[in-house]
């Protein structure tokens, strides 16, 4: 039985939002639905929260289904999200983007059924839109003529324009170059599709086809998952169904406050990481700094939402003044809303077990708990229009590291080593039969090392996102997949080893261009507590040829001749704690395995290897010397807390800090 206490208090309501891009913004976001103290029913609960999940499952399938181009349909780079009238994210599985552009330029009163509205516009998206090629469809719920929830997808599209093929060139200094940005529009207005503003769209791109059948997937599928949630509210009724959207957010910010927030020390700590080039300057540091405190006790503050008691706060003062280049971030809007779930997922990683961890959702009832401050306009993570951000997952995904390593400084490096970064590499050309074509993948890398097991293998921070199928590529494209596998020695060395990245060859049939978006090929994922750096990131041309050749990870139209393979190879993870402390019997498994070579058994680990047949590790009776190994390894140095920085960076890191060999910040 469902009882609602109709009492209104206001302080449940948050401030009008801040809009620094100096937009008008009108509608107060935030709040609960029903006054605290409300009761539900935990079993309606269960079955809303089971509903919600559901019906965006059933979004993102019936895009992967009917959309056309390979970065949605293939590869998933694409994410659905559920939010309520208040424009809280309810759904926790994976981030999304922000309602709160639509509802600033078109009033909720004013939606009609079948409404779809769109927009890409980074600068005008409140901080959810990082670069111009992910495209956003947002779809009203009604239930008795009213909005009572919104259902949107985003996803990266194949090509939206700008300078070059795909719409991220390496050297742009200007969001002009990357694209045609749209402001919120309504591209479907009571379910009659805008065919005009379309024509734009698809005339402005270099595949029109795959671009126009994509966003028909987006708004027929988000269309659909309207229709499901209305059911919802029809079944149950508004009140009953909101009093649980307010349970659900409720029950994440008590889990947060009480399982995660806990296992941090009250205390301020500083930490800052980098991206080590733009595209346009020659390559240096450009830091993303983290200066994090916890407070236990902190009191109410009403006008921002936030309840009394434990707050991290988060200030990026210290961050990098804005890159000519594209690795800007748009992150100071709506007081960082997008930044706080973008960045939660990392506080994961203190939990209980990883059983637990992979339980926690991350979805608005985390937003009250965390502060950020943000410095002036004209920094990384606040740039001034029209500056570039086609690849600002050089800023975002290195934010997620650098708040692992500040907390990793709070909690005695009970946090993974680094992770591995997105990168984008693609062929583009044409094909056999002289079509026009581009093919653009993102492959994953190495996670970090954590305290109690190796890292991960060639995963994705996107989660659900994949490699594109050598059956798929090698049928539409021109080239052969020769080899996909892992790149040996790649993670970084440790008590609990990196996870390894790919190693993978292409040969092309037909002259070409290779492109690339990438970092980490100079600064490393790093390792923690005595765990080394990963390997970085790397594409050689004609490995073993006459022509051979290293390519910038930043790449928009390298030359590839027919017949000539290009090698990939991505960032392995950072280690954690001392490579000597490796038990010598799983550095004999990753030798078997291949992970890691004999050379680097010795070298990194200090094992010696008995067994090795001439060929390498191929030898049934592969072991290990004990005594020779205890000696060789009582002949190092070992990791010291009180001597040795805390964090090891890679060689790459004194190449770009004047030869030092590690940042103030990185001891405890």
């Given amino acids: 039985m469902t009882t609602f206490d109709t009492t209104v208090d206001p302080s449940y309501v948050t401030a009008k939002p801040v809009n620094p891009a100096g937009l008008p913004t009108s509608y107060e976001h935030g709040g609960r639905l029903t006054a605290e103290g409300t009761t539900v029913d935990p079993i309606l609960v269960e079955i809303v929260q089971g509903t919600l999940a559901s019906v965006e499952m059933e979004v993102e399938t019936a895009i992967g289904r009917t959309s056309r181009s390979p970065m949605i349909r293939d590869a998933h780079d694409f994410r659905a999200g559920i939010h309520d009238r208040q424009l809280r994210k309810l759904t926790g599985r994976s981030y999304s983007a922000l309602v709160h552009p639509i509802v600033r330029d078109y009033p ?188 236990s006790d902190a009191p109410a503050d009403p006008e921002m939402g936030r309840p009394a008691g434990p707050r991290l706060i988060i200030d990026f003062t210290g961050t990098s003044a804005q890159a000519k280049g594209p690795i800007n971030h748009c992150g100071d809007y709506v007081g960082g809303n997008f930044l706080k779930k973008w960045l939660a997922p990392i506080l994961r990683n203190l939990a209980d077990t990883p059983e637990r961890m992979a339980e926690l959702d991350v979805n608005e009832g985390i937003v009250p708990l965390i502060e950020m401050r943000f410095p002036e306009k004209g920094t990384l993570l606040t740039p001034i229009h029209p500056g570039p951000t086609n690849a600002r997952t050089f800023v975002i995904l290195r934010l997620l590291g650098v708040l692992a390593g500040v907390v990793a400084k709070a909690v005695d490096g009970k946090m993974p080593a680094d992770q591995e970064t997105i990168r984008y590499t693609g062929v583009y ?57 892992l790149a040996q020695d790649s993670g970084g060395a440790g008590e609990y080893r990196g ?80 490579p000597l402390a490796r038990d010598p019997e799983l550095v004999v498994r990753d030798v078997v395995w291949r992970k890691v070579s004999a050379e680097a058994a010795l070298r990194d680990y200090g094992v010696v290897l008995t067994g090795l047949s001439s060929s390498g590790a191929d030898a049934g009776d592969l072991g290990f010397d004990a005594d020779a190994t205890a000696a060789e390894r009582a002949g190092r140095a070992a990791w010291s807390r009180e001597d040795d920085a805390f964090f090891d960076r890679g060689p790459g890191y004194s190449s770009l800090a004047e030869g030092a060999a590690f940042a103030e910040v990185d001891r405890i």
């Fill in 108 to 295: 909720i009163e004013e939606m009609r059924e079948g409404d779809v509205f769109f927009h890409n516009d980074v600068y005008e998206s409140e901080g959810g839109i990082g670069h111009l090629p992910d495209l956003c469809v947002t779809v009203p719920v009604f239930h008795d003529g009213e909005v009572v929830a919104f259902v949107q997808a985003f996803g990266h599209h194949d090509d939206i324009g700008g300078a070059v093929p795909g719409s991220m060139p390496s050297n742009a200094t200007t969001v002009y170059e990357e694209g045609l940005a749209v402001p919120p529009i309504k591209l479907w207005d009571a379910g009659v599709p805008n065919k005009s503003a379309l024509r734009i769209m698809t005339r402005n791109s270099r595949m029109p086809d795959s671009l126009a059948a994509d966003l028909d997937a987006e708004c027929s599928a988000c269309l659909m998952g309207a229709r499901r949630l209305g059911e919802l509210f029809e079944r149950y009724g508004r009140d009953a169904i909101e009093a649980s959207f307010d349970a659900i957010l409720d029950a994440t910010t008590e889990t947060y406050r009480r399982e995660i927030l806990s296992k941090i020390p009250d205390g301020t700590y500083v930490w800052e990481d980098y991206a080590e080039h733009d595209g346009v300057d020659e390559p240096q540091l450009h830091t993303q700094r983290i200066t994090l405190t916890k407070v």
């Fill in 499 to 578: 996870g390894l990245g790919y190693e993978k060859h292409i040969r092309m049939l037909k002259d070409a261009h290779f492109m690339s978006i990438a970092d980490r090929s100079i600064l490393a994922c790093w390792g923690v507590r005595g765990g080394k750096a990963g390997m970085p990131f790397q594409v050689v041309i004609d490995p073993g040829g006459p022509d051979e050749r290293e390519v910038d990870a930043l790449a928009d139209a390298e030359v590839v001749k027919a017949g000539q393979v290009v090698r990939i190879r991505t960032t392995g993870g950072g280690g954690w704690g001392d």
């Fill in 429 to 485: 050309g044409k094909d056999l039969e002289g079509n026009d074509y581009l093919m653009r993948e993102v492959l994953g890398g190495g996670s970090g090392g954590r305290y109690y097991a190796d890292g991960e293998d060639t995963i994705h921070v996107v989660p659900d996102s994949r490699n594109l199928p050598t059956e798929f590529t090698e049928s539409r494209f021109p080239f052969i997949v020769e080899r996909l596998g």
